[in-house]
């Protein structure tokens, strides 16, 4: 799992790096921002929250789950961190609309384009996540997480896939914030 987690980063900082230095590029030449572009749609402070909310809850199945909490507590917290999740997507989705309302679409320009690459990626990374999160829910309902730590399995590599998304997100969305900001 950590192999994979790394070489994940290792894609987030591919994209994140070429981010930086296109926007540099074009912030030097003077054609960054169109004009009349918005910047960062505020819907991504209710993503950002989402997604935290969906590690503690996922955080906190896997603490109830050592503690020997019955398949029903478990399997509460992870279909809240389901829900939340769904949420994080709904309201990229959202994001998205919005910047194309404001005729900032896909092909509108380079800054537009590296915008839904950015949150694209994540997104989809989030996607991927999504079936091994439901499959864990399922899992916590019917008491597969429970007894010995060797048992908790499913549920520890699913935190650790969803806290690095979290991470990269947060990341991720900072780097929105000052390259879209000017």
Known sequence: MWL????????FA???IAYIVVRLQLVSEGDWRPPDSPGVPPILIL???LLITSSGTL????RVASRSGGPAAVGRWMLLTVLLVAGFLASQIAAWDQLVEANLSFNSSLYAWLFY???G???LHVLGGLGPLVLTTCNAFKGRYQGP???RRGLV???MYWHFLDVAWVLLYALLLWGMGG
């Open 4 to 11: 994979f987690i790394v070489s994940l980063a290792m894609v």
């Open 14 to 16: 591919t994209v994140a």
């Open 47 to 49: 993503s950002t929250v």
């Open 59 to 62: 955080w906190q199945a896997s």
């Open 117 to 119: 690459i950015l949150t």
């Open 121 to 123: 990626i994540h997104a």
């Open 149 to 151: 730590p060797d048992r």
């Open 157 to 159: 590599y699913c935190g």
